[in-house]
């Protein structure tokens, strides 16, 4: 390839007028997008695909259409609206950001505006300012950094090659098309990595900018962008404790708002730790006196490391007042209204309880 000739953002709009995917947060051709669209779609598809996001999405919308409405609900509604979705912290600063909004009467429309809000950081606030407000600026999702690697050749394994990849994508951006149409052109990156320039074999011969493309011509995009070898997850262990009452009800408590799965519901358990525990060091744990049998294990696998729980089982005809300090007992119908997260639902299931 020419070294001086740079993709043009003509031709990948070209193809996006022709080929933009319809989501459900994304604005018609033609229409302004709604920032409380794009803000929430953006927020709930950090570390998460769009198949995911999409039932979700709608069902905010349906629970809470403005962001004044979600900025007025109460906390533990959102966190079971948010319940199975991930990443957790997510919905918390989701709600501190609505109320922010809410605050000052709308959205800021500048980067540096919406830096300022709970939960939005590096690229999300480019992200929401391209699409929602036609802001010139080049989100860099990891679609972008695999389109970039691919379009300049960059060879140097991630994460060591952000800020080479970052440079590179704003550059495609700089130019008169993109400046002119950015928020179409921050989606059509998007569309490009995420329909053309994929992880595995990409379809380079339907890519409307397969003739500059370094990586395409050196025969090597599909190996691009490279990564360093992964740390095996460190292994942590530990147990949960299904306990029923004599009306069918389930013992659950709420985890400390902060930290991993902050705020969420739960089954009483025990701390999670690097080494193997003994079957009386489990029961230590124990959320009260019964005959607790076995019922199976989980494992879930976390971003920093995975999980592997026994869980129990026990059954009491009441269960004591003293047990009741800081937990409550849910209605097996009522399971599916709480936040319960895909880890304690492993749980419930393990333990013979339907949780859907």
Aim: glycine fraction near 8%; charge should be positive.
């Amino acid at each position: 390839m020419n070294p001086f000739v740079l993709p043009q953002a003509a031709d990948l709009l070209h193809w996006y007028d022709r080929h933009r995917r319809i989501l459900p947060w994304r604005a018609a051709p033609g229409e302004c997008a709604d920032p409380y669209h794009v803000w929430l779609s953006e927020i709930m598809l950090q570390q998460t695909t769009v198949a995911a996001v999409v039932p979700y999405y709608n069902r905010f919308l349906s629970l809470f259409p403005t962001v004044d409405a979600l900025a007025a609900a109460p906390e533990d509604q959102v966190m079971r609206a948010w319940a199975g979705l991930g990443y957790y912290a997510r919905a918390r600063n989701l709600h501190a950001c609505a109320r922010a909004v809410a605050a000052r009467g709308g959205f800021p429309d500048t980067i540096e505006g919406l830096r300022a809000l709970p939960g939005i950081g590096s690229y999300t606030a480019p992200a929401i300012a391209a699409i929602a407000f036609n802001i010139p600026a080049v989100p860099v999702d990891g679609n972008v950094e695999r389109v970039a690697a691919r379009l300049f050749a960059i060879e140097t394994p991630l994460p060591a090659a952000r800020r080479a990849l970052a440079q590179a994508a704003a550059t495609l951006g700089a130019n008169e098309g993109a400046r002119a149409r950015p928020s179409d052109f921050a989606q059509a990156l998007f569309d490009l990595g995420a329909t053309i320039c994929t992880p595995k074999r990409p379809a380079c011969a339907l890519c409307p900018w397969r003739t500059p493309c370094r990586a395409r011509a050196a025969g090597i995009a599909g190996l691009l962008p490279g990564r360093e070898p992964k740390r095996a997850r460190p292994e942590r262990h530990g147990a949960l404790f299904h306990l029923s009452d004599g009306a069918g009800r389930v013992l659950l408590q709420r985890r400390p708002p902060e930290g991993l799965l902050g705020g969420m519901t739960e089954l009483p358990g025990t701390p999670w730790r690097e080494g193997a525990w003994t079957v009386p060091e489990l029961l230590r744990f124990a959320p009260a006196e019964a005959e607790w049998t076995p019922a199976g294990t989980v494992r879930h696998v976390f971003t920093h490391f995975a999980l592997t729980l026994a869980v129990y089982r026990a059954h009491l005809p009441s269960v004591p007042d003293a047990v009741l300090a800081g937990r409550f007992l849910r209605d097996p119908g009522a399971l599916a209204g709480e936040a319960l997260p895909t880890l304690m639902r492993k749980g419930l299931m393990a333990a013979g309880q339907d949780a859907a």
